[in-house]
């Protein structure tokens, strides 16, 4: 059921067996798998139904260092389904390795195997819509591995991305929450604070239009995404004066994202045909999900040379001088003016846009620009086909560090009173140095092919090592045994509270190399298995 | 003692005739073992045309070690030197490219301007530039 929290009266009691904050991918999930239960489920959503100004501004912050092509405004998104609604789709576990190695610098890694979450890898895929759980490449090409730059090996393998549609969760289930009886949604219902006591855990609430509302819950789940979590439980330790989840000083600390950018180029031998990485293959589906193909080191070399894990897409690249493009553009009109021509003489209608032309313009365009025509459809009989040259674009895992890390700012307010987030984040430098390495290997395995070289993307070029970032804000909670290694035990539940949760990639102890959203599922469905046996027991 | 002209001329005649026999003989030993060293290692060339900008990564790869240890690292190389003694450039290639496809297998390979080049490739292009 849908409730708009703006409302001063004529609204259900706010007392629940579970609070939900946030209804993006992870907040639906687990009021979804929940229902059957029959709880009573509040889902707070700071927006409504589509987007709106004033909510996103509540998005607002600051970042010191990455800023370039970055903003905390509009990286998230505030209204139903969450940031889900410009998620790029892309989806796939993280890998073993992920799971059994500790990042360094005295952190801890993840506290259980990858195993732990194979079945809810499973089911994460129905929330997600990509079909079967299938990532081995090999298989997904029914063994016709011809497509493959390099044959899988003890140090490089070819691996699978599968696309979402990408799933808007809020288009995609709105109707099953709307209809739910134990589901309610408070639309525009803002948590300030989250609290935690023997009388139960609390949220407080707040409207942009001034109504507050303290919600009761047996267990309140945080699943608002890295920031704003943080930010909700940096806030509510300052204003009670607690440290939940920061006995070990760790909370808001070791924000990670996946760097992306340039790291090289592969130079062919010889020209290389139609293989399965080009973005424009279409012909790679499983069950009607398109597949992505990328390369990445083999976690046994990885592991070997305690490099980062990543994965390169191979985008093919083309130096085309202008002279040649402007012969592809003239060569193009021409070509289009002669089926003008011929529209015209056989009496058919041609569509106007911007001046209306006559016969002679298009005849006379054709035959100014037939020497393109011609020199292009030259170039296309004699050329080799393939490409010579393809862009390696990495997408790495970034470590923990203590040095990146949402803090609250401490004279920027939003329009609630919140104290607006502060994000100090820079791409380490024995990162990026990792990065580089990792190029370097790849160039000896090219080499070693025989089948080109690698170029690496120049360093000191910005564009490229300056790095973009993928939007996909991670840590800041990490998930630890201890209280003084992490923020959330291995169950997300907040140290120090009796039943606060965390739904989020906030709780990644190290990020690995694959888009977060199917993990971020995939624990969510281990977190309502964790909550459906605490309610009932 | 009263210095003689002829004395005077001698002595300057002998600093300068040293001098000069010092430095040609210094130049003459150090181009034969250049050259020597050029005509032992001319049948690598045959590579050339396989590596992707030879002469950007030869400069800059002799710029970085210097010509003494260029000549070190081709002694050092007994796979290159059997190599040139390969009569028939065709198989010498082949086996100069089996060569380079080794270093880069046993990760011997360096960064020279942004190219991940195989030691042997340097040391090819480097010769081939200096």
Same mark, same amino acid.
């Given at each position: ?41 509040a ?21 010191e ?14 209204w ?19 799971f ?19 079945? $809810? $890898? ?15 490449a ?21 691996t699978v ?11 995609k ?8 009886a ?5 639309f525009?219902?803002?948590?300030i604070?989250?609290?935690s ?31 704003e ?20 000083g ?11 950018a340039?790291a090289g ?18 012909a790679h ?9 990328v ?27 202008q002279?040649v ?10 070509v ?18 911007g001046?209306?032309?006559t ?57 609630l009173?919140?104290?607006?987030p502060v ?15 990792t ?7 090219v ?21 973009t970032t ?18 959330v ?12 949760y ?27 298995d ?8 | 003692?009263k ?31 250049k ?24 400069r ?27 009569p ?32 042997a ?10």
């Open positions: 059921m849908f409730f708009d929290g703006r409302q001063q009266s004529g609204l259900p009691e706010t007392d629940y067996d579970l609070i939900i904050v946030g209804a993006g991918p992870a907040g639906i999930t687990l009021a979804l798998e929940l229902e059957s239960l029959g709880l009573r489920i889902l707070l959503e700071s927006g409504g139904q589509e987007y709106d100004d004033d909510a996103q501004r509540l998005n607002e912050g600051r970042i260092g990455n800023d370039d092509e970055y903003d905390l405004q509009f990286s998230r998104l505030r139903l389904g969450g940031t889900s609604n410009h998620w790029g789709g892309h989806c796939a576990p993280l890998d073993s390795i992920d059994e190695r500790s990042p360094g610098g005295g952190l801890s890694g993840w506290p259980f195997g990858r195993t732990e979450l194979e079945p $809810y $890898y499973k089911k994460a895929h129905d929330y997600c819509e990509l079909g079967a759980y299938r990532y081995n090999a298989e997904l090409v029914y063994g016709d591995t011809s497509g493959f730059l390099l044959h899988d090996n003890d140090k490089v393998e070819t991305i599968r696309q979402s549609p990408p799933t808007r969760f809020g288009e289930y709105s109707d099953r929450l709307e209809q739910s134990n589901i309610h949604v408070w525009w219902t803002n948590v604070t989250v609290r006591d023997d009388s139960g855990e609390w949220a407080e609430t707040r409207t942009l239009n001034g109504v507050n509302r303290r919600f009761k819950g047996k267990a309140v789940v945080l699943a608002a995404g890295a920031i979590n943080t930010r909700i439980v940096l806030f509510s330790n300052q204003q009670g004066g607690t440290r939940l989840g920061d006995e070990g760790l909370l808001g600390k070791c924000y990670m994202d996946h760097p992306s340039g180029f592969i130079h062919f031998n010889r020209p290389v045909g139609d293989l399965v990485y080009w973005s424009d293959s279409s589906a499983d069950e009607g999900v398109p597949l992505h193909f390369l990445r080191l083999t976690e046994a070399e990885i592991a070997k040379r305690n490099l980062l894990n990543f994965q390169y897409y191979l985008v093919p690249f083309a130096d085309v001088p002279k493009r402007d012969r592809w553009r003239a060569a193009k009109t021409g289009t003016s002669l089926k003008n021509v011929a529209k015209r003489l056989l009496g058919r209608d041609i569509p106007v846009i001046t209306p032309r016969f002679s313009d298009d005849y006379c365009d054709f035959i100014a620009n037939a020497d393109a025509i011609a020199a292009v459809q030259a170039e296309r009989i004699f050329a080799q086909p393939g490409h010579k040259r393809v862009l390696l674009r990495f997408e790495s895992e970034e470590r923990p560090h203590r040095t990146n890390f949402v803090a609250l700012d401490p004279s920027e307010r939003d329009a009173g919140m104290p607006r994000l100090h984040w820079a791409t380490a430098e024995d990162d990026l140095a990792a990065i580089r390495e190029v370097q290997v790849f160039g000896n395995i080499g070693a092919a025989g089948i080109g070289r690698v170029q690496l993307e120049d360093h000191d070029d910005d564009p490229y090592w300056g790095t993928a939007w996909h804000q991670l840590g800041c909670m990490r998930m630890a045994e201890s209280p003084t290694s992490g923020v035990d291995a169950n997300c539940r907040l140290h120090g509270s009796n039943a606060i965390v739904a989020s990639g906030a709780v990644f102890p190290t990020s690995g190399r694959a888009n977060p959203t199917l993990t971020i599922v995939a624990l969510t469905l281990r977190l309502a964790h909550l459906s046996e605490r309610m009932q027991g | 003692m210095l003689r002209r002829r004395h005077l001329l001698l002595t300057g005649g002998a600093t300068v005739g040293l001098g000069v026999l010092g430095y040609g003989g210094s130049v003459a030993v150090c181009s034969t073992s050259t020597v060293t050029a005509k032992m290692i001319r049948p690598l060339f045959v590579a050339i045309g396989d590596i992707l900008e030879p002469e950007i990564i030869g800059a790869w002799l710029s970085r070690i210097g010509t003494r240890a260029l000549h070190t690292r081709i002694h050092q190389r007994t796979d290159l030197l059997a190599a040139t003694l390969i028939d450039p065709a198989q010498r290639r082949a086996e100069l490219s089996d060569v380079i496809r080794r270093d880069f297998a046993r990760d011997e390979t360096e960064v020279v301007e942004n190219w991940v080049v195989s030691e490739e340097a040391i090819i292009a480097g010769a081939w530039v200096s």
